[in-house]
């Protein structure tokens, strides 16, 4: 079947199926909207519109390798999940925190004003907001250089989109995607949020859990890798 409806579609849409196949298996997440910082506007991704335009064709083409495709209408997110459990990216424990605190951060603003789906922060924020959390407590290891570098990574799976400047300079600003939301699932959340509150170093061991059939991110200290 998969092949006799690749074979239905012009060359172009051949070399578009290709390059969006490929393009989600990189960063795992595509999002709707995207801001496109050459015009300074939010505009429709066509990736995400292929998609959906053949969603049967892409479940059928990574369900050879042991992929599911998820499509969120309300948020507006693709995004991929092993069910063989290969394939899992880990993150370190700094980096872990950072999406915690995102994510947290997100939710509330949503929740403030639930037509926003595209959060807007800056570096004095982030800072703030993991000196609010407590988690340099949790991690010796988060400082604003490792800050930077977290976003950078989280940028490259379009769970951030930047906007001013780069996360390497003194200041900069981003956009939190809804894409957040399917980077930890609220199961875990939920246990990070209880190892936080303890402020005990021994509770991180939450983060060496697989993860489950949400997550896209597998968690692990640098120490056991």
């Known amino acids: 079947m998969f092949e006799n409806e690749i074979e239905k579609m012009t060359r172009g849409e051949k ?3 290709k390059k969006v196949a490929n393009h989600l298996l990189y960063t795992s997440f595509i999002t709707r909207r995207t801001y496109d910082k050459t ?8 990736m995400y519109i292929f998609i959906e335009q053949y969603y049967s064709l892409f479940e059928d083409y990574f369900s050879f390798v042991d992929i599911d495709i998820n499509k969120d209408d309300q948020d507006g997110v693709i995004y ?14 700094p980096t872990t925190l950072l999406v915690f605190a995102l994510r947290s951060y ?12 595209f959060i807007l922060m800056n570096n004095i ?10 988690l340099s ?15 950078s990574y989280l940028n490259s799976y379009n769970i951030l989109n930047r906007f001013i400047g ?9 956009y939190i995607t809804p894409a957040i939301r399917y980077v930890i699932s609220s199961e875990k959340m939920n246990a990070l949020y209880s190892s936080i509150t303890k402020r005990d170093e021994d509770d991180i ?5 697989k993860r489950d059939s949400t997550s896209i991110f597998d968690s692990k200290s640098e120490e056991e890798k």
């Open 39 to 46: 015009t300074k506007m939010f505009k429709t991704n066509q």
């Open 106 to 117: 997100y939710e509330g603003e949503v929740s403030k004003n639930p037509s926003e789906s």
């Open 137 to 151: 407590n949790l991690s010796k290891r988060i400082s604003s250089s490792t800050v930077s570098s977290s976003l």
């Open 205 to 209: 061991t939450i983060l060496d859990e």
């Open 15 to 17: 070399d578009m199926f």
């Open 125 to 134: 924020q982030v800072m703030n907001l993991i000196n609010e959390l407590g």
């Open 80 to 93: 991929t999940s092993s069910i063989s459990e290969y394939n899992h990216l880990r993150i370190d424990v």
């Open 166 to 174: 780069s996360y390497s300079d003194p200041s900069y600003s981003f």
